[in-house]
């Protein structure tokens, strides 16, 4: 797993940099004129700005992967997102699943071998932190 888990987090980082690059300065071929239906779905959501706001945290956490920084954070953002990806082309364009299915099980693969940062937010119950401090010269955090 050590092996693995450079190459899943530079490859999921370069995919996502490409494609939100892609956005903002077209390069890769047009997939072509979608359905009605995925049509009217992509103006809204090209209109409304949220498109450009996606893809600018697809860029940000997509260059976090690969200069391996902020990987948890950057994991965390991209998970939600690849979730519209996937329910975008399971209910649109069925045929381009392949290409987020394989960044689904880099994320996956990632997320397993980050499972110690991610254990934390998976309590079931969690008190609040309490005040900053000053014993041994660290905040007190609850238990």
Do not use: C
């Not at 450009?52 to 391996?68: C, Q, S």
């Not at 880099?106 to 071998?113: D, K, Q, T």
């Amino acid at each position: 797993m050590t092996r693995i888990t450079p190459i899943a987090r530079i490859l999921l980082g370069l995919a996502f940099v490409v494609f939100a690059a892609n956005y903002f300065v077209p390069f890769l071929p047009s997939p072509g004129m979608p359905g009605p239906d995925a049509l009217q779905f992509l103006i809204g959501f090209k209109g409304s700005g949220m498109l450009t706001l996606i893809k600018v945290v697809e860029l940000v956490a997509g260059l976090a992967l690969i200069a391996n920084v902020l990987v948890p954070l950057s994991l965390a953002l991209l998970a939600p997102i690849l979730v519209g990806i996937i329910g975008y082309h399971a209910a649109f364009a069925p045929e381009g699943l392949p290409v987020p299915g394989v960044l689904l099980a880099l994320e996956l693969v990632l997320a397993w071998s980050y499972r110690t940062a991610f254990a934390p937010m998976l309590k079931v119950k969690v008190a609040p932190a309490a005040a900053a401090s000053v014993e041994h010269g660290e905040l007190a955090v609850a238990r």
